[in-house]
């Protein structure tokens, strides 16, 4: 059977005390012809007092404990809160640069076809002014060179008619 200093040794908490209460119950004497057995019942209110003195220790360990777990998970769901907060904020950066990205894209396209469009009707234009400018040309030269041709047969004619001035044919 237990004794009371082994009871002391044994009561730093709730379990233990219960653990020696069930020790000494199993250790005890039992009655002849029946289940019952003999206790000490001095040392058996003796741990029930001391596990009463305990449970108040014990609950307020395990208010401590949870209050401690509380904090912990509040903490994990704010730091889980401020890790999700971030992570959107990165993510709509990463969206708003993209879509940056894709828009200057677009713009770029649309400059380098307007450009290209430009490009294509000042060449057009420019080979129309050409055209237009040795066309002309064309026509000046034409006259310039009636004008010449017709001036050459007059001076031609004039020519003649001197030298035959100056050198009258044998014929008169």
């Known amino acids: 059977m237990a004794t009371s200093s082994e ?3 044994r009561g730093d908490s709730l379990t233990e005390i219960l653990d020696t209460l069930a020790d000494y119950v199993r250790g005890a004497r039992a009655m002849p012809m029946s289940a019952s057995v003999i206790v000490s019942r001095a040392e058996l209110l003796e741990m029930i007092d001391t596990a009463r003195e305990l449970v108040p220790t014990e609950i307020a360990r395990a208010d401590a404990t949870l209050r401690g777990a509380d904090v912990t998970i509040a903490s994990a769901r704010e730091q ?30 649309t400059i380098e076809a307007e450009a290209e469009a430009r490009a294509a009707k000042l060449t057009r234009d ?16 034409n006259r310039a060179l009636r004008e010449v041709s017709g001036g050459r047969r ?3 004619e004039q020519l003649a008619a001197y030298n035959e001035e100056d050198h009258p044919s044998d014929e008169s």
């Open 7 to 9: 009871n002391n040794s």
């Open 126 to 141: 420019a080979q129309d002014y050409c055209d237009r400018t040795l066309a002309q040309l064309e026509v000046n030269l």
């Open 154 to 156: 007059v001076l031609g």
């Open 80 to 109: 889980a809160d401020r890790i999700r907060a971030q992570a959107r904020k990165e993510a709509e950066a990463i969206l708003a640069d993209q879509e940056v990205v894709e828009a200057a894209t677009k713009h770029a396209q």
